[in-house]
């Protein structure tokens, strides 16, 4: 496996309450990125990072942000979770130019 | 807008039994077409990177092959351990985001 660790693995929240979701690499890429997975929707963007403090919206940002403040590291925060977030978020890393490498994921479910 | 369309949904084959799967993609301006394999509960494993038409990357029984509208993933004389889901996802010359298509599901039977 890249070296990715998502954490948790599995949530359980209530709506309304903020949540953090960390993605950590050990691989030092440039890139890395947060995806959401649903049944019908395959895997859509949320956001994604090209360096320390430089982040882009993807196709499904509202509700959504981020912050990577070292390379290593990108969280994703759910400001008030609702139950249209209750997905499997997947964190992906890749170098300037080539294929992503996808964590194992993160089952978040908002109640 | 960019978009990957990928079919069948769903295959079942028997074991033994050679089938593609396919991916048809529009973009302005390909940089790479990757395929991923993805079990249950995992994240996509990546498999494959095509950058240009008529390029084919091979590995144990999954052929990729990659024209200008479209990719194919060959399998040949699948296992049942080759039974997962098939992403496959396009990649633009600007900007470094990857598009995926929903995934094909492929069951082979014993």
């Known amino acids: 496996d890249a070296g990715i660790t998502q954490s948790p693995r599995h949530k359980v929240t209530e709506t309304g309450t903020p949540v953090t979701l960390r993605c950590h690499q050990t691989?030092?890429?440039?890139?890395m990125y947060w995806y959401r997975q649903d049944p019908g929707h395959g895997l859509r963007l949320i956001h994604y990072s090209y360096g320390v403090k430089d982040t882009d919206k993807g196709e499904v940002s509202d509700g959504y942000s981020v912050s990577r403040s070292k390379t290593e590291d990108f969280l994703l925060t759910l400001e008030s979770a609702t139950s249209s977030q209750t997905s499997v978020y997947f964190c992906a890393i890749s170098p300037s130019k080539g294929e992503a490498f996808f964590g194992q994921g993160t089952r978040l479910t908002v109640v | 807008e960019d978009q990957v369309t990928q079919s069948p949904e769903a295959l079942r084959l028997q074991e033994g039994e050679s089938s593609s799967l396919n991916c048809s993609y529009t973009v302005s301006g390909l940089r790479g077409l990757f395929w991923y394999r993805q079990d249950p509960g995992k994240g996509p494993e990546f498999l494959f990177t095509l950058y240009s038409a008529g390029e084919e990357k091979e590995k144990e029984r999954l052929k990729a092959t990659l024209t200008k509208k479209e990719s194919f993933l060959h399998i040949t004389a699948p296992k049942p351990e080759d039974s997962a889901t098939y992403l496959c996802?396009?990649?633009?010359?600007?900007?470094?985001?990857?598009?995926f298509g929903t995934g094909t599901s492929l069951t082979v039977i014993p």
């Open positions: 691989e030092n890429h440039r890139y």
């Open positions: 996802a396009v990649q633009r010359n600007t900007g470094n985001q990857f598009y």
